[in-house]
């Protein structure tokens, strides 16, 4: 793990840093994904095999000691079973043999713009790793430390901004302003050690904990300047947290002036979110719980227990990798009627709509608070996915926000017929979503 500098004003994390790096490579937009699949998914119906890892990015062949892999000599991050066949998926244009399908129209394969992307991965990954960076020179080393450091604060500076702007939040940062002690309580469901912490406590070359938490004091003074907050209380909860409890009290500076205005009480706790753990550890209840990439539809998680512990009501924040990773979330979360209002623009998705009113943009149905659109606090390192060789994402890229409740569509506008919902099928299509890592 690469030792970090200090931060210093970490709300200052922006989308500008990763538009910056892709409008260098002449793009607008990261192109998530790019990896060709449907030709392989039409031949073989149980196709399970990670495209350019362990199968050819190409044609799917299993690589064997009799097939050995050849790996593209530029980023050394995607494998083929052949010259023919790395070339075929450098190529622009679709193979022949590819099913023409809309989910793929924009699947370019390992194109120059790909392979340039996946060559800053192998930078971030050397110089995480400590590995051999001979070949790399001293600007392409601190930009690397650069886009692995932006990575980290991109956690802090997504909850406390987000928060601070979100419409979602509002009602709820102005209620608990208006009590004595004036106390806003947070809840990040599902943190880990890697993520949330910075894969600190473990590694005594990085930054201590300490500084991780600093960070988070230091992004939330931009809520805590706004409302006057006494204490601001951040609750991690998940599996994958300390065995033992980490605690600790830093003080909250003012964002828009010298001098301390509260204090960030930080506490972790290990275990499944439910309402057991919570009174167990005397936890209070959230005024906002936050999930950062919790792979909603990942069908080796249950979130429906701890869904079902977090009171109607409450706004959430959540956070993913990529644009088809936070549709399957929200559509999760409709189909566990945990969602009060709907996203502009996802209506048309879900298939919400007004009978006999084509008039009525899905759009505009129910949209009340939520709000689903790519996050302009994520860093700009961009990574690979572990499943789809040519599949890139940026953590905590899209973000989607609202109020946990039941969703009802009656409420959208008295003045309309009520609301219906039609399926249309799985917005998570893409080989159950490689996009989940």
């Not at 209380?233 to 033992?244: A, D, K, R, S, Y």
């Not at 057991?276 to 909603?296: H, Q, T």
Request: contains cysteine.
């Amino acid at each position: 793990m690469v030792k970090t500098a200090p931060l210093l004003r970490v709300e200052r994390v922006s989308y500008r840093r990763i538009m910056d790096l892709l409008a260098s490579l002449n793009m607008d937009e990261l192109p998530e994904q790019q990896t060709r699949t449907m030709h392989l998914m039409a031949q073989h119906p149980d196709f399970d095999m990670a495209l350019g890892f362990d199968a050819c990015c190409t044609c799917g062949l299993k690589f064997t000691p009799s097939l050995p892999a050849v790996t593209c000599t530029a980023c050394r991050r995607v494998k083929y079973c052949s010259d023919a066949c790395r070339q075929l998926d450098a190529d622009a244009p679709k193979p022949a043999n590819v099913v023409a399908d809309e989910e793929e129209e924009t699947a370019l394969g390992h194109t120059s713009i790909i392979c340039a992307l996946l060559k800053l991965c192998e930078d971030d990954f050397a110089i995480e790793d400590s590995a051999d960076t001979d070949s790399l020179n001293a600007a392409a080393v601190n930009a690397a430390k650069d886009r692995i450091q932006s990575e980290f604060e991109s956690y802090p500076a997504t909850l406390a901004n987000v928060i601070a702007q979100g419409p979602c939040f509002q009602d709820a940062l102005k209620e608990c302003a208006s009590k004595s002690p004036k106390t806003l309580v947070l809840h990040v469901i599902g943190a880990s050690e890697e993520s949330e912490f910075w894969d600190t406590i473990r590694d005594e070359n990085n930054v201590d904990i300490e500084t991780v938490w600093s960070a988070y004091a230091e992004a939330l003074s931009v809520v805590s300047s706004a409302h006057r907050f006494d204490t601001i209380q951040l609750h991690f909860v998940g599996p994958e947290c300390p065995e033992v409890s980490l605690q600790s009290s830093k003080p909250i500076q003012a964002a828009d002036k010298d001098g301390t205005i509260g204090d960030l009480v930080v506490r972790t706790t290990k275990g499944l979110y439910n309402t057991e753990l919570l009174e167990l550890n005397a936890i209070p209840k959230a005024d906002i719980v936050v999930f950062f990439n919790p792979g909603l539809t990942v069908p080796e998680y249950n979130w429906i227990e701890a869904l079902t512990c977090i009171e109607k009501g409450t706004p959430f924040l959540s956070t993913t990798n990529t644009e088809l990773e936070g549709i399957a979330d929200c559509q999760y979360l409709l189909d566990q009627d945990k969602i009060q209002s709907m996203p502009p623009g996802l209506a048309d998705i879900f298939g919400l709509y007004t009978p006999g009113d084509e008039e009525d943009k899905p759009e505009d149905v129910n949209a009340g608070n939520a709000f689903f659109s790519e996050n302009p606090f994520s860093g700009s390192r961009v990574r690979q996915s572990g499943t789809m060789a040519n599949d890139l994402y940026v953590k905590n890229r899209w973000m989607l926000g609202g109020i946990l409740d039941s969703f009802d569509p009656s409420k959208a506008e008295a003045d309309t017929p009520s609301k219906r919902r039609r399926t249309t099928g799985s917005t998570n299509s893409k080989l159950g979503n490689p996009a989940l890592i």
